[in-house]
Nanobody
Framework: QVQLVESGGGLVQAGGSLRLSCAAS????????MGWYRQAPGKQRELVAS???????NYADSVKGRFTISRDNAKNTVYLQMNSLKPDDTAVYYC??????????WGQGTQVTVSS
């Protein structure tokens, strides 16, 4: 089993910044991919950004140029730096971890609210 603990969400004004963190712990053999998803009220969960073990990244078009995903392999931690936040970024943000197996694990989610 792998546990994911997210932190860093909160309330921010439009144009502001937040940094999310997600730390993985437990029976980790090897993490393949870590990523952030978000789900706004009444909408489907969507990919925000992902990063694989070789540090290649993938971003949703809506966040390119504003968000940056990074990881610390030694700490099994992934970060999401969010700049120039917009009200449309308001959602619950979930961390996902894909490990050798393969198995997917999800965090409990952290609320990000951007006021206009």
């Amino acid at each position: 089993q792998v546990q994911l603990v997210e932190s860093g969400g909160g309330l921010v004004q439009a144009g502001g910044s937040l940094r999310l963190s997600c730390a993985a712990s437990g029976s980790i053999v090897r993490i393949l991919t870590m990523g952030w998803y978000r789900q706004a009220p009444g909408k489907q969960r969507e990919l925000v950004a992902s990063i694989v073990s070789d540090s290649s990244t993938n971003y949703a078009d809506s966040v390119k140029g504003r968000f940056t995903i990074s990881r610390d392999n030694a700490k099994n931690t992934v970060y999401l730096q969010m700049n120039s936040l917009k009200p449309d970024d308001t959602a619950v943000y979930y961390c996902k971890c894909l490990v050798v197996g393969p198995f997917n694990y999800w965090g409990q989610g952290t609320q990000v609210t951007v006021s206009s």
